[in-house]
């Protein structure tokens, strides 16, 4: 929440109820969330215009995000990668959906052999196949074969698109992007 925000919301807990001044302060409060949603609903579709237009299918696992705002609160909540998530379904031309609880944490992409992770472990290394990945860089790749797999599309996955999704996710206002090695993350503020 921003600081003008919470100015509002002072302002408004201490007004008298039925005043002229408290129905004015409900009013701008009203607007300036309607002005954070527009923001969000503006940058999601630019976010979906982009994929959809250039990527032919689109992976993306079923995550159950109620349960992750309980766990992150607001943080999740402010991304809002659930509007993304359905916008995703509704203009993808074929949308493919992994499983819930399909195991995509670490996992190696390579042996495909599984490392249990802690939440603050970033990477990790498979002594078997002699390789390290960035945790979500590993996910995300485990999630684009399974997807794969379950399209019977018998693809490999290419990166060739994504330096200028980069580029175009950081034109638009309001989004945070940064490459983090071969990990690419975006954040909506």
């Given amino acids: 929440m921003s600081k003008r925000l919470r100015r509002l919301y002072h302002f408004f807990s201490r007004a008298k109820p039925g005043s002229r001044n408290r129905e004015k302060l409900l009013l701008k409060i009203k607007k300036k969330f309607e002005k954070q ?15 959809t237009t250039n ?5 993306f696992q079923k995550d159950d ?5 309980k766990l992150f609160g607001r943080r999740i909540y402010q991304t809002s990668i659930g509007g993304i998530r359905n916008a995703l379904m509704r203009k993808a031309s074929t949308p493919v959906e992994v499983g ?4 995509t944490t670490g996992v190696c992409p390579v042996c495909r052999t599984y490392v249990k992770l802690n939440m603050h472990q970033r990477e990790f ?6 390789s390290t990945f960035d945790r979500d860089v590993a996910s995300a790749i485990v999630i684009l074969k399974e997807g794969l797999c379950l399209w019977d599309a018998g693809e490999t996955p290419k990166d060739e698109n994504a330096s200028a ?3 175009y996710f950081a034109s638009i206002p309001h989004v945070s992007v940064s490459m983090n090695r071969e990990a690419t993350s975006v954040r909506v503020w």
């Fill in 37 to 51: 949603n527009k923001k969000k609903r503006d940058i999601i579709n630019k976010v979906t215009h982009f994929i």
């Fill in 55 to 59: 990527y032919s299918k689109v992976v």
């Fill in 65 to 69: 995000i109620r349960s992750w705002q």
């Fill in 100 to 103: 819930r609880f399909v195991k």
């Fill in 125 to 130: 290394t498979r002594p078997s196949c002699n």
């Fill in 165 to 167: 999704m980069v580029e």
